[in-house]
């Protein structure tokens, strides 16, 4: 899967899913624009790559944040072939004391800045036959408690990938979306669940064989980024180590 002369603008590239996928299309001779809201992590990744990657900081909760992170890469590199739409956020709560900026703040980030940033893009992706990658959750997939806002957020990913490629099916344009479970990420590291929750419901969101990489995730996104998946469009690919299945 080779990736030159291809422009990508990836989110949530400071860490996580986003910063594999930048490396590994930076690495297959893409030009990447590192999107995150944290200033530090990017730097680290666009160290990581060797000036491979560049970067660009936003708050993508923001509608007229994704429409300037889509400027600045056209303005940048002229082009653009490859939305990879990573960033996201996890606020686990009980659904009854979740409060409303924590709702708003999941919503904004994990499905309004898609929709915007799919809205900026999809002209210039329309020009190169281009394609978008939008990570989902098997959380989008499946109930998971706790979750009830993240849960709405990533089915509404789910949807917009398929409501955006039957749009587009009589032009150049595809649009999938993976959806892992369980990933070694900062995300799920950080996430502060109710210290009271049910241990027998909590124990649905662990799959018998652990974590997934990152990097296992980025392998995927390239092979769907790239013309070897020309065929793949509206197809949400779980990456979850069987448990949604189970």
Known sequence: MEFDGKVALVTGAGSGIGRAVALRLSGAGASVLGVDVNQSRLDETREEAGGGVSIHRADLGEPDACVAAVTECMTRFGRLDILGNVAGIYRPAHTTQM??????????INLDAYFFLAQAAIPHLLDTGGNIVNIASNAGLQGVPYSAAYCMS???VVQLTRSL???????????????????NTNIAAEAIFPADMDPDLAGRMAGLRGLTEPDEVAALFCF???DEARSITGAVYTIDNG????
């Open 99 to 108: 409060s409303r900026e924590d709702y708003r703040k999941v919503m904004a």
């Open 154 to 156: 990533k089915g509404g």
């Open 165 to 183: 490629a039957v749009e587009f099916l009589k032009t150049q344009l595809r649009v999938n979306a993976i959806a892992p479970a369980g990933t």
């Open 224 to 226: 769907l980024a790239s």
């Open 243 to 246: 448990l949604t299945a189970s």
